[in-house]
């Protein structure tokens, strides 16, 4: 397999596992404070 095609494979996989963690990190976060005050965060984060 070449080296290009191996990073691109680990990035994807690198990607989804991170978009996958964030919905868990959400609602744990929904769990300490507020909706507004949640997506307030995220707002000034993002």
Known sequence: ?????LK???L???TAVIWGLA???QRVGMDYI???T???VRF???
């Open 1 to 5: 397999m070449n080296i290009r095609v």
């Open 8 to 10: 691109n494979d680990l």
């Open 12 to 14: 994807l996989l690198t």
């Open 23 to 25: 919905f868990t990190a």
């Open 34 to 36: 507020g909706p507004f």
């Open 38 to 40: 949640y997506n307030g």
């Open 44 to 46: 000034l984060i993002g």
